[in-house]
């Protein structure tokens, strides 16, 4: 995914990949994270469509948890639920109801990660 943001010793865009919950789901087990912050929003303005990783396909099957070996995750495929994207800019607001309609949609996919 191309961003809006330059990347400072190069001068290029700044790439990044959707947020993984598959990924984020093992590292809460893992590690004991109970809570997230969501930050950098703005780098999403303008986008048409958020993705974000609900599972995997893995040899031949839907997972909704990683694999535990490295060849595991090698095999995997990501599968993605789209959200509509925003035009309207997110930078500097600090107050949940400032953002855009579209955004709360979103970070509720997060729920995934604690479902289980």
């Not at 990924?23 to 004991?32: D, E, F, H, P, V």
């Amino acid at each position: 995914m191309q961003t809006n943001i330059m990347q400072a010793s190069t001068g290029r865009p700044r790439r990044c990949g959707w947020i993984d919950l598959v990924a984020l789901k093992r590292a809460t087990q893992i590690n004991g994270i109970n809570g997230l912050a969501i930050t950098k929003l703005d780098v999403l303005d303008g986008l048409e469509t958020i993705k974000v990783c609900i599972a995997y396909e893995y040899r031949g099957k839907r997972r909704e948890l990683a694999p535990l070996d490295a060849d595991g995750w090698a095999a995997c495929k990501p599968v993605y639920l789209e959200f509509p994207g925003w035009q309207e800019s997110t930078a500097g607001i600090r107050d949940w109801n400032q953002l855009p309609p579209a955004l709360p949609r979103v970070p509720t996919a997060d729920e995934r990660v604690h479902a289980y």
